[in-house]
């Protein structure tokens, strides 16, 4: 069977209540790929899906949810490179400290549901906070070096730790084979890369994936947040990238100036 066979067979999975099957055996394995609330379901369905899917097996997008393009420019690297792809939708409580904005975090699950299902998501996991940290769960994921104390690891205390921990728990829990993560969190994206190298044997053959910046039409790049966002404020979170592309440009013309003047020299005679 050829890639594209097994993509579309894959997508044929139901998702959100719409009924299909998904087709890899002559069983014609049915797997659920509703909005999934209960970790042992998806550790179920999961299952159920490793059992029919090939050995290339699953790409994972884990999300805070409220999605926008840079999302789904994830979500699309995902759908190319894997047969099945799955996407979480969980808003992190212990990446937030005190004073911070997890109560008014945006979401909007419908929405998001309706947006990965148009993207040929296969399976969207939005646990509750008491299925990812049920009552007695003390597992921390303790992250320190260099990395983790500059920048945004020294404005937020435990940030990094709440992260290592949550991704942690959602590898093991959907196992894939690659994880997909925006450039834009270098920070993030670092440490994930990190432990994932330094608990190699844990995660298997797990790739992590960087993925571009993508950005609004003035430079900002997107953001969830952006929505806390007033013009003064965007103008002013624009200020870096706008000084940056305009150096940039400034280079670029010098650089031309500089070959179109050495291309019109001419060669001094030789003193022979």
């Excluded at 296969?122 to 260099?146: H, K, N």
């Excluded at 093991?172 to 450039?183: D, I, K, W």
């Excluded at 834009?184 to 608990?199: H, N, T």
């Excluded at 291309?263 to 005679?269: A, C, K």
Aim: aromatic fraction near 8%; charge should be neutral; glycine fraction near 8%.
């Amino acid at each position: 069977m050829d890639e594209d066979a097994k993509r579309a067979r894959a997508r044929g999975v139901k998702m959100a209540g719409v009924e299909a099957s998904s087709g890899y055996d002559s069983a014609s394995l049915a797997v659920s790929a509703e909005v999934t609330a209960k970790v042992k379901t998806l550790e179920k369905e999961l299952a159920e899906l490793r059992a029919a899917l090939p050995r290339e097996g699953v790409g994972f997008v884990p999300t805070m949810g409220y999605l926008h393009r840079g999302h789904l420019a994830l979500v699309e690297r995902a759908r190319r490179e894997n047969p099945f792809v799955v996407v979480s939708v969980f808003v992190n409580p212990l990446q937030f400290g005190p004073g911070e904005d997890y109560h008014r975090y945006p979401r909007d699950l419908e929405r998001d549901r309706a947006l990965l299902q148009e993207a040929g998501v296969d399976l969207l996991f939005a646990p509750g906070v008491e299925e990812m940290y049920p009552e007695g769960f003390a597992t921390r994921v303790q992250v320190e070096g260099p990395l983790t104390a500059l920048w945004e690891g020294a404005v937020r205390p435990g940030h990094f730790q709440g992260v290592a921990t949550v991704v942690a728990r959602l590898f093991l829990l959907v196992q894939p084979q690659r994880a997909y993560f925006g450039e834009k969190d270098y920070q993030q994206l670092r440490l994930v890369q990190d432990m994932v190298s330094a608990g190699r044997p844990r995660y298997g053959e797990l790739r992590i994936v960087p993925c571009p910046t993508v950005r609004e039409g003035d430079g900002l790049a997107m953001s969830s947040r952006n929505v806390y966002l007033g013009p003064a404020d965007r103008l002013a979170c624009t200020i870096l990238v706008r000084t940056l592309r305009a150096a940039r440009d400034r280079g670029a013309a010098l650089a031309a100036a500089a070959f179109a003047c050495a291309s019109q020299s001419t060669t001094l005679p030789s003193a022979e």
